[in-house]
Structures are given as structure tokens and as C-alpha cells.
């Protein structure tokens, strides 16, 4: 099996720009302000892309992505609490109907299947 390559830096800029531009639309409402959530935030490794939302200034997973060469076609693993782990095997989720292999696909999954 052949290694996947990690997340270039102009990839990882790219998702930034995403991922603010989500924030903005999406996170800065009054109820959003009051329950302390500023939105997602991202965090690299290797050919990972872990998504966390950011609660009264702590991070929470929400899902990891992983690298396959495009920005439309990422793999998906939603963090499941109650085992505490990734798991790209679990499609009954509210929110699975967003997933589609985009960056935005996977945080719009996210907002359903753990609310706001």
C-alpha cells in the first residue's frame, strides 16, 4: 500500500480561507456568542485535516478529514464520543446528507450532527 502524501501548505492555506469564510457566515450569531462558539478551526497532520469547534475557548473534535489529492474529494470520519475516536465507518448521523468529499460538505455535517 502506498502512503498518502501529506496536505500541501497551499492546500492547507486554501482550507483556512475556507474555513473563516464558514465561521463568518455561520457562527456569528447572537446565540452563537451567548453559548461561547466561535466556530471551527483546523489542525494539520500528515495527510489529516481534523476539524474541531471551538466552545468557551476550548476545541471539540468533530470530524477528520484525509488528504486524496483534491479539494473535492476528501475522505470523511465523524468523531464518535462514545468510543472517542474517528470513525469512518459510522453514515447514521444527522448531517451524513452534507457529506460530500468538501471541506464545507464536512463542516456542514458537523453543525447537524452536534448542533449549532
Same mark, same amino acid.
Do not use: C, H
Given at each position: 500500500?502506498? #502512503? /498518502?502524501?501529506? @496536505?500541501?501548505?497551499?492546500?492547507?492555506?486554501?482550507?483556512? /480561507?475556507? @474555513? !473563516?469564510? *464558514?465561521?463568518?457566515?455561520?457562527f456569528n450569531d447572537e446565540e452563537c456568542k451567548e453559548l461561547g462558539i466561535t466556530g471551527?478551526?483546523?489542525?494539520?497532520?500528515?495527510?489529516?485535516?481534523?476539524?474541531?469547534? !471551538?466552545?468557551m475557548g476550548e476545541p471539540s473534535p468533530i470530524c477528520?478529514? $484525509?488528504?486524496?489529492? /483534491?479539494?473535492?474529494?476528501?475522505? *470523511? #470520519?465523524?468523531?464518535?464520543?462514545?468510543?472517542?475516536?474517528?470513525?469512518?465507518?459510522?453514515? *447514521? *448521523?444527522?448531517? %451524513?446528507?452534507?457529506? %460530500? +468529499? $468538501?471541506?464545507?460538505?464536512?463542516?456542514? #455535517?458537523?453543525?447537524?450532527?452536534? +448542533?449549532?
Open positions: 500500500m502506498v #502512503a /498518502k502524501p501529506p @496536505i500541501p501548505p497551499e492546500v492547507q492555506a486554501e482550507v483556512q /480561507k475556507l @474555513i !473563516d469564510e *464558514f465561521n463568518r457566515e455561520n471551527y478551526s483546523a489542525r494539520f497532520k500528515g495527510k489529516y485535516l481534523y476539524l474541531d469547534r !471551538d466552545d477528520r478529514l $484525509t488528504w486524496n489529492g /483534491k479539494m473535492d474529494n476528501w475522505d *470523511f #470520519a465523524i468523531y464518535k464520543y462514545s468510543d472517542n475516536r474517528y470513525d469512518p465507518e459510522e453514515w *447514521f *448521523f444527522p448531517g %451524513d446528507q452534507y457529506v %460530500d +468529499g $468538501t471541506v464545507t460538505g464536512a463542516m456542514k #455535517a458537523g453543525m447537524e450532527a452536534y +448542533g449549532i
